[in-house]
C-alpha cells in the first residue's frame, strides 16, 4: 500500500460522507504499512510485510447509533458501510449516554513521522537481525528476537465540520539471549520513531551480558525487598495504573481512587485533589514529547494536549469520557497516548552503585490484577535478576513471583534515575523500598 | 432498570441486508491459482494461500444502556511461500490479480532476503493434496442472523436480572465471529472453511461500605451458533450449596442474577486463612489451569525456543519426552489435544496449512506422551505427520503453531461433581475463571477465580473471598487424586489467546469435569495500601 495522504483521505472521507443520510455520521480511517523480522535459534523464524486500510463509520439518528467497518474502496464499498452503519443505528436501541460528535477542531503540530522509517526494505530487517544473531552466535549463545517497523496514519472526518490528519512511524525491537545450556537469560529493547537511531547490534550486546551474567542463578527467600525496577520492569505496572485512572469509575465507587464510605454517607466520590504517592511522582501525557511523539488527537478526533495526571504525588486530572465530562460538570479530558513519568539524573549504573544491598530487576512478566481496589497485581520476574551488595551486582538470582501495588510502589521510593523511552513512554529506573516478592519460581 | 421489553421497532436485519454472502468459491480458486504461480515463477519450491473474509460482530451493553454495535468486515489475501529454504510472508487488501501476484512476489523476495540466515532448510511433513473440499462449523442458528433486538434484548434482562439482584453495575457483551477461509496450496488443496464463534461473558459488580466485589459470568466461549444461549434446562449442572455449571447451552440470564446475589454475598464474606487445602475446581475454573499450565508449555515451538523471545520456552523439555517416563501428573490424569471436538473453539476439519484436524494424546496415565506441532516441526521430534495445529488470526498474518483444544479426560466411572466434593473434609470448592499469572517456563503459577466455597466435611458451606493458589505445575498434576465423569464433563475456552510476535489472538476450548487436587497452598490476596 502506497501511503494514503492527507489530501487523499479528506477526498475519500468526503465521499463517504456524501453517502449518508443520518443525523450525525463520522468516519475514521486508519491506514497501517508494517514490515516484521523474527528470529529464534540463531536463525529466521517467520518474517513479513502487510498492509491495511479500514473505514470505519459511525451513523446515528437522534440517539441511536450503529458502526460498521470495511477495507475495501470502491464506491459500491464505501455506499455499503455507510448504509451497514445506519441500518444498523435504525434498529439500534436509544443509547441514553450519546453526546453529539464535535465541530472543528484545531490540533497541535506533533513530530510523529519519521520518513526514514517509511523506507525500510526485507534486506534492511535481515541486516538488523544479523547484528544481533551474529555477535550471540559467537559468544556462543543463542537469540531470539523481534524487529517490527510500521507506518501508521489516521484521518477523521464528520458531518460537522471535523476534519483530522495524522501520520506516525513506530519501530520496536526485542532480544531474548539464552546460554546454550539454557541456564542463563537476558533480555533488552529498544523502541524509536526514526529508524536512524536504531542499534540492534548494541541493544543484543546487553542481553548477551544479562544472560551470561545470570547463569547458575542462586536462590534469596522471598519476601520484602529494595528493588532497582529498570524502565522494561515498572512500565507495565504503570500502564495498568494508567488504565484505571477512569473519573467514571472511581465516581461509582469502583476504583483505587474512590474513596471508601463512611457511615451515614450515601455516594462514592473520588480522589481528585489528595495526595496519594510520594511528592517526586509526576506523571503525565504530552503528544509533543520529542522522544515519545503521538497523535494530537485520539479516536473521537478531539485535540491531546499536556495533561497532568500526578503533580507532586496529588491526583491532578482523571480521564472521563464527553457523557461523564457533562454530567458532573467537569472538562472533557481524554486518556492520554503515553505515559510520562519525570525523574532525575541518575543512570541505571549510577543507581546500582548508590545500592547498598537490593535485587536489580529486568523486566517483568504475565502481569495479572488480583484486587483492583488496591491495585494489588502478581507476575514474576524475567531474564536477568540480580543481587546488588555495596553497589555491585553480586550474582544473579532466581526468579521470583511479585504481588505488589503500583501505588505501593510509588510510595516507596528510594530514588528515580533518569527517563528512558519504552514501549511509546518515558519511565525512569526506580530504586523502591519493601517491594513484595511472594515466591520462587524455576523458570530461566 | 432495563424494561424487559425494548423500545424499538422496526423489521429484523436480515442476513441478507447485514452481512453478504461470501465470495464464489471457483472465483478464490482463481485468485489463489494467481499467488500460487507467482510464487512459483519467482523460485518458490512451496506456496500456500489464504484468502479471508472476517466478519464480528460486537454487542456492548451497560446496566440499562446499549454503548455500541459494531460490525467489522476485513477481507484479504495472504501469500507464504518456502524460497532457498526460508518461510517468507506477505499478505494485501487489494484483491485485484496484479496485487495479488505482486504479493507473492513480495513474499518469496522476504524469504530470499532472510535465507541468508538459515543454516538448515524448512522440512515440511507431507500432507496429500486434499482437491476442492469445504467445511462449515455445525451450527443451529447463524447468531448473525439472529435480529440485532433480539441480541440487545438479551444482554439488557441479564444486565435487569443481575441489578436486580445485588449487582450494582454491570457490563455484557456479545461477541460474534464467522472466519470464511479459503486455504490453497501448490499441493494441490483447496480448502473452503466457514467457521463460526461466539462469547457472549458479563462483568457485574455490587459496591459496599468498605468497598466493591466483582463476578463475571461463567458462560463459555464456543464454536456454536446463537443456539447455545438457548439456555436449556438439561445444559444445567447444578452444585448444591453453590452455583451452577453449564453444558452445551448457557442461560445467561440466570447466571447475571445468581451473580448479584453472590455479590451481596461477597461484600460480607470472610476473607480465606492461607493454608494448605485440598481444592475442587469446577471445569469453568480449571479449563484455564490446563490452557495455562499444559497447553501452553506442551506447544512444540515453545519447548525448541521459538517463543523464547516472547511467550517464553518450557520446563516440559525434549529430554523428560525422550525419557518416556516423564511424570506430568498422577496416573489418573490423561490429557488428550484435538481440532475435532464439536462445540469447541479449535474445530475446524483443516488447519491452516491444509492439514486435517484428529485428536492424539499429550499425557497417558500421567505420563508426557507428546507435543502440538506443525508440518515444519513434527521431523524434530521424529514424527511424520504434523499434528493440525496452524492457525493464523486472519488473513494480513502468517500462520504458526497454535494450541489446538487441549482437554482432560473425565473418570471412566461416571460420578457426578457432588461425588468428588463429598470426601473432602478441609477444602475450597473455586468456579469460573479469575486472575492467572505464570512464568515464561510454566512452572510456578497463581491462580484466582470467580466464586470460592469452604467445604467441610464432604458439603460445601460458606461463601469466602480473596483465594489464589500459588503451585508449580508438575506438583499441581502431580496432585490431582479424583475426577468426575462423562455427564460432568464440560468445554470452557479462551477467546483471545495471545501469543506471537507480532501478537496474534486465537480462540481454544478445555474440557475437563469437576477435579479434585489435594493439598495446594492458598493464599489471601487481600492487602490494604
Not at chain 1, 472521563?320 to 465530562?325: E, G, L, Q, R
Not at chain 2, 508449580?472 to 479424583?482: A, D, I
Request: hydrophobic residues 35%; glycine residues 8%; contains cysteine.
Amino acid at each position: 500500500m502506497t501511503m494514503i495522504t492527507q489530501e487523499t483521505a479528506k477526498k475519500l472521507l468526503t465521499k463517504v460522507l456524501s453517502f449518508s443520510q443520518a443525523d450525525e455520521c463520522e468516519c475514521n480511517l486508519n491506514g497501517r504499512t508494517a514490515g516484521n523480522i523474527r528470529y529464534a535459534r540463531n536463525a529466521v523464524s517467520t518474517a513479513g510485510e502487510e498492509s491495511d486500510v479500514v473505514l470505519t463509520v459511525q451513523s446515528t439518528f437522534g440517539k441511536r447509533t450503529g458502526t460498521a467497518s470495511i477495507n475495501e474502496f470502491d464506491d459500491a464499498s464505501l455506499e455499503k458501510v455507510v448504509k451497514r452503519s445506519e441500518q444498523l443505528a435504525k434498529f439500534a436501541p436509544e443509547n441514553q449516554e450519546y453526546v453529539p460528535v464535535f465541530g472543528k477542531q484545531k490540533y497541535l503540530e506533533t513530530p510523529s513521522y519519521a520518513p526514514s522509517t517509511a523506507s525500510v526494505t526485507p534486506e534492511d530487517r535481515a541486516t538488523a537481525a544479523g547484528a544481533s544473531i551474529m555477535p550471540s552466535k559467537k559468544s556462543k549463545m543463542v537469540s531470539s528476537g523481534f524487529l517490527e517497523e510500521e507506518v501508521t496514519f489516521s484521518a477523521i472526518m464528520n458531518n460537522k465540520g471535523l476534519f483530522a490528519y495524522n501520520a506516525a512511524t513506530n519501530v520496536d525491537f526485542s532480544v531474548t539471549v539464552r546460554t546454550e545450556d539454557g541456564k542463563g537469560s537476558g533480555w533488552a529493547s529498544q523502541d524509536v520513531t526514526d529508524v536512524k537511531q536504531l542499534d540492534t547490534g548494541k541493544v543484543s550486546q546487553i542481553a548477551i551480558q544479562k544472560a551470561g551474567g545470570s547463569v547458575d542463578a542462586k536462590e534469596m527467600e522471598p519476601g520484602k525487598y529494595t528493588v532497582i525496577l529498570e524502565p522494561a520492569a515498572s512500565v507495565q505496572l504503570l500502564q495498568n495504573m494508567a488504565r484505571n485512572f477512569s473519573q467514571r469509575t472511581a465516581d461509582e465507587g469502583r476504583s483505587f481512587l474512590s474513596n471508601k464510605l463512611d457511615e451515614g454517607e450515601e455516594g462514592p466520590t473520588n480522589k481528585l485533589g489528595q495526595k496519594m504517592f510520594d511528592e517526586r511522582v509526576n506523571i503525565y501525557s504530552d503528544p509533543q514529547h520529542p522522544e515519545v511523539p503521538t497523535a494530537p488527537f485520539g479516536q473521537d478526533g478531539y485535540p491531546r494536549k499536556r495533561v497532568d495526571w500526578i503533580k507532586g504525588g496529588v491526583v491532578t486530572n482523571m480521564p472521563n469520557s464527553p457523557y461523564w465530562a457533562k454530567k458532573t460538570g467537569m472538562p472533557y479530558i481524554p486518556f492520554g497516548g503515553n505515559i510520562i513519568m519525570a525523574g532525575g539524573d541518575e543512570s541505571l549504573e549510577d543507581m546500582i552503585q548508590n545500592t547498598r544491598r537490593g535485587v536489580l530487576v529486568t523486566r517483568l512478566w504475565y502481569i495479572r490484577a488480583l484486587d483492583p481496589q488496591t491495585l494489588l497485581y502478581t507476575g514474576l520476574t524475567r531474564d536477568g535478576t540480580f543481587y546488588i551488595e555495596n553497589g555491585k551486582i553480586k550474582y544473579p538470582i532466581k526468579n521470583f513471583r511479585f504481588n505488589e501495588s503500583p501505588i505501593v510502589m510509588l510510595n516507596n521510593i528510594e530514588s528515580l534515575g533518569k527517563p528512558v523511552r519504552i514501549d511509546g513512554n518515558m519511565i525512569p529506573p526506580m530504586k523502591i523500598r519493601d517491594f513484595t516478592f511472594s515466591s520462587l519460581s524455576d523458570a530461566v | 432498570m432495563a424494561s424487559l421489553v425494548l423500545p424499538v421497532s422496526g423489521i429484523a436485519v436480515s442476513a441478507e441486508q447485514l452481512l453478504d454472502k461470501p465470495m464464489d468459491v471457483a472465483y478464490k480458486k482463481k485468485l489463489a491459482d494467481i499467488a500460487l504461480n507467482a510464487a512459483k515463477a519467482k523460485g518458490a519450491t512451496y506456496a500456500d494461500v489464504r484468502i479471508g473474509r472476517y466478519l464480528n460482530q460486537f454487542l456492548t451493553t451497560r446496566e440499562a444502556n446499549v454503548d455500541n454495535i459494531v460490525n467489522r468486515e476485513s477481507a484479504g489475501i495472504g501469500v507464504r511461500v518456502i524460497a532457498n529454504g526460508t518461510w517468507g510472508f506477505a499478505s494485501t487488501s487489494n484483491m485485484t490479480p496484479d496485487s495479488i501476484a505482486k504479493a507473492a512476489e513480495q513474499a518469496v523476495a522476504v524469504a530470499m532476503a532472510n535465507s541468508k540466515f538459515q543454516d538448515t532448510p524448512v522440512v515440511l511433513a507431507p500432507v496429500k493434496g486434499t482437491g476442492e473440499v469445504s467445511w462449515q462449523t455445525p451450527i443451529k442458528k447463524n447468531a448473525m442472523e439472529v435480529p440485532i433486538q433480539e441480541k440487545v434484548e438479551l444482554l439488557l434482562s441479564a444486565n435487569d436480572a443481575a441489578m436486580e439482584n445485588g449487582a450494582n453495575y454491570i457490563t455484557s457483551v456479545l461477541f460474534l465471529v464467522n472466519e470464511q477461509k479459503y486455504f490453497a496450496s501448490t499441493e494441490g488443496s483447496y480448502i473452503d472453511q466457514d467457521v463460526h464463534r461466539l462469547w457472549a461473558p458479563f462483568f457485574a459488580t455490587a459496591v459496599g461500605k468498605s468497598g466493591f466485589k466483582q463476578r463475571n459470568g461463567l458462560g463459555n466461549p464456543v464454536g456454536m451458533g446463537y443456539e447455545y444461549l438457548d439456555g436449556k434446562k438439561e445444559d444445567k449442572i447444578i452444585i448444591s450449596g453453590a452455583n451452577v455449571g453449564y453444558k452445551n447451552s448457557y442461560d445467561i440470564v440466570e447466571d447475571a442474577a445468581a451473580a448479584g446475589q453472590q455479590l451481596q454475598t461477597k461484600l460480607k464474606a470472610r476473607s480465606v486463612e492461607p493454608g494448605k487445602y485440598d481444592l475442587v475446581l469446577d471445569p469453568a475454573h480449571l479449563m484455564l489451569t490446563i490452557h495455562e499450565s499444559v497447553g501452553h508449555p506442551l506447544e512444540l515451538d515453545r519447548v525448541l525456543g521459538y517463543e523464547a523471545n516472547y511467550a517464553g520456552t518450557s520446563f516440559a523439555t525434549l529430554d523428560k519426552w525422550r525419557s518416556g517416563k516423564f511424570q506430568y501428573g498422577s496416573e489418573i490424569v490423561n490429557l488428550f489435544a484435538d481440532k475435532t471436538q464439536e462445540y469447541s473453539l479449535g474445530n475446524v476439519a483443516y488447519d491452516d496449512e491444509g492439514v486435517k484436524t484428529k485428536e492424539w494424546d499429550l499425557v497417558k496415565d500421567g505420563i508426557l506422551v507428546n507435543y502440538q506441532a506443525t508440518r515444519d516441526q513434527v521431523h524434530m521430534i521424529d514424527q511424520k505427520e504434523s499434528h493440525g495445529c496452524c492457525y493464523s488470526q486472519s488473513w494480513a498474518d502468517v500462520q504458526f503453531q497454535r494450541m489446538p483444544n487441549v482437554s482432560l479426560k473425565p473418570n471412566e466411572q461416571d460420578i457426578s461433581a457432588e461425588d468428588v466434593i463429598k470426601d473432602v473434609e478441609d477444602g475450597i470448592y473455586i468456579a469460573g475463571r479469575g486472575s492467572y499469572s505464570i512464568d515464561q517456563q510454566r512452572y510456578n503459577f497463581q491462580f484466582g477465580g470467580q466464586l470460592f466455597y469452604e467445604i467441610k466435611d464432604g458439603k460445601i458451606v460458606d461463601q469466602i473471598e480473596d483465594v489464589a493458589y500459588q503451585s508449580n505445575t508438575q506438583e499441581f498434576w502431580n496432585s490431582c487424586v479424583k475426577t468426575a465423569g462423562k455427564s460432568d464433563y464440560r468445554l470452557g475456552g479462551s477467546f483471545f489467546d495471545g501469543k506471537g510476535q507480532p501478537p496474534q489472538v486465537s480462540a481454544v476450548s478445555h474440557g475437563c469435569a469437576t477435579t479434585r487436587f489435594n493439598n495446594v497452598n492458598v493464599i489471601n490476596t487481600a492487602r490494604n495500601v
